[in-house]
């Protein structure tokens, strides 16, 4: 427990990828109050504007196994499915206020750029300024620590019978985050969108 007590926490480490450049992720925080205010339309310079994060997850019947409180030399044992149905998850969070529902405001939406988010096709809003994300630096978006979250708070060790089931399961995990705040703020927050 020595370790806790110093500031530190049982964690997984994340791989980095061998192309990720430590100097685009700085100049990307750096950089962002100028670049929002150089990309933002006309109509939202006199709307409040909101910092969102957007990022996209997958569940299904293979679930994730996590870490549980168990007897002092015992391993517990958790039932495990290795059928393939999945639901995807697409969500946005709001890091100045908390809020996972936007209204009445402009919002520059931070979100990483496979190419579905770049497609010549994809309609945005006219109150959603998109700003992506360089490549390969998935820890800039905190969508990504939402997603751990909730799946090691409401879907971890669980087994669904059926897709629906599935659906089901994440839409109430979801909602349990979005009516949460600020627990959302402070998952959701980075420092630099504040500049």
């Known amino acids: 427990m020595r370790a806790l007590s110093m500031g530190f926490r049982w964690t997984a480490a994340r791989?980095?990828?061998?192309?990720?450049?430590?100097?685009?992720?700085?100049?990307?925080?750096?950089t962002y109050a100028q670049r929002v205010a150089k990309e933002l339309p006309p109509h939202a310079t006199n709307l409040t504007l909101e910092t969102w994060f957007q990022d996209e997850t997958r569940h299904g019947q293979i679930g994730t196994l996590e870490?549980?409180?168990g007897g002092k030399g015992k391993r517990?044992?958790?039932?495990?499915?290795?059928?393939?149905?999945?639901?995807?998850?697409f969500g946005s969070a709001c890091a100045s206020s908390g809020k996972a529902v936007a209204?009445?405001?402009?919002?520059v939406l931070v979100l990483d750029s496979v190419s579905w988010h770049r497609s010549k096709g994809l309609v945005v809003p006219n109150n959603l300024?998109?700003?992506h994300l360089p490549p390969y630096s998935p820890e800039l978006n905190s969508m990504e620590q939402v997603w751990?979250?909730?799946?090691?708070n409401f879907l971890r060790n669980r087994v669904h019978r059926t897709a629906a089931e599935v659906q089901?399961?994440?839409?109430?995990?979801?909602?349990?985050?979005?009516?949460d705040p600020d627990r959302t703020a402070s998952i959701v927050t980075r420092?630099?969108?504040k500049a």
């Open 15 to 30: 791989p980095v990828h061998p192309k990720s450049s430590a100097a685009k992720k700085r100049e990307f925080r750096e």
């Open 67 to 69: 870490r549980i409180w």
């Open 76 to 89: 517990t044992r958790v039932v495990r499915d290795f059928r393939f149905i999945c639901r995807w998850l």
């Open 103 to 107: 209204a009445g405001c402009h919002g």
């Open 129 to 131: 300024t998109p700003d």
């Open 148 to 152: 751990d979250w909730i799946k090691s």
């Open 168 to 179: 089901t399961a994440m839409t109430q995990a979801w909602r349990k985050f979005a009516n």
């Open 191 to 193: 420092e630099w969108t």
